[in-house]
């Protein structure tokens, strides 16, 4: 299996910053790559695939980039509504991992 | 719309055997694979394997395989998840989610909204 590793696991921060979550792949994923954010008691929303593709109707301040191995996540500015837990999860090979998930929390 | 609308919550005992669904409506259903998604209380998210409804052909996590039984009815746009002999450790929230190819790789776009399974005596 393909293990994915994010970073941090979690990270506190105050609205209008600038925030990055790093994933990394245990071998090479190409862009085989997918964020996700999840709220409590709600399914995951994809935000993010192909590593850097912007899901429909998810607001531009969020943005992916990576290739191989290192990936990463970035939320421009931070609004009320992103403070939530994310995951990145790779579909290059079954079974398609998540990583363990890094939870924004509100400073 | 598409939409994948799953069974409700259910409260088991070990030992006893469940079947929980996945209906999909709004789109061809046996033209896009369906996968499973587990959430232990306060826990990350595990893949436990994807079903494509069309020929029911089916991937397992190694995780999974064996404590479970993904399936799917074509006729009635329904994809199932359903264990023999339930464990507390079974305990948990369960997604589906629909897969679709986007820009060279695969995602999963629309999910329902969760089916919670409690196994206790």
């Known amino acids: 299996d393909i293990q994915m590793t994010q970073s941090p696991s979690s990270v506190s921060a105050s609205v209008g910053d600038r925030v990055t979550i790093t994933c990394r792949a245990s071998?090479?994923?190409?862009?085989?790559l997918a964020w996700y954010q999840q709220k409590p008691g709600k399914a995951p929303k994809l935000l993010i695939y192909?590593?850097?593709s912007l899901q429909s109707g998810v607001p531009s301040r969020f943005s992916g980039s990576g290739s191989g191995t290192d990936f990463t996540l970035t939320i421009s500015s931070l609004q009320p509504e992103d403070f939530a837990t994310y995951y990145c999860?790779?579909?290059?090979?079954?079974?398609?991992?998540f990583g363990q998930g890094t939870k924004l929390e509100i400073k | 719309e598409v939409q994948l609308v799953q069974s409700g919550a259910e409260v088991k005992k070990p030992g006893e055997s469940l079947k929980i669904s996945c209906k999909g409506s709004?789109?061809?259903?046996?033209?896009?694979?369906i996968g499973w998604v587990r959430q232990m209380p306060g826990k990350g998210l595990e893949w436990m394997g994807i079903i494509y409804p069309g020929d029911s052909d089916t991937r397992y996590s190694p995780s999974f395989q064996g404590q479970v039984t993904i399936s799917a009815d074509k006729s009635i746009s329904t994809a199932y998840l359903q264990w023999s002999s339930l464990k507390a450790s079974d305990t948990a929230m369960y997604y589906c989610?629909?897969?679709?190819?986007?820009?060279?790789?695969?995602?999963?776009?629309?999910w329902g909204q969760g089916t919670l399974v409690t196994v206790s005596s």
């Open positions: 071998q090479g994923i190409s862009s085989w």
């Open positions: 999860q790779q579909s290059y090979s079954t079974p398609y991992t």
């Open positions: 989610a629909r897969r679709i190819r986007g820009s060279g790789s695969y995602l999963f776009d629309y």
């Open positions: 709004g789109y061809s259903f046996t033209s896009y694979w």
């Open positions: 192909a590593a850097s």
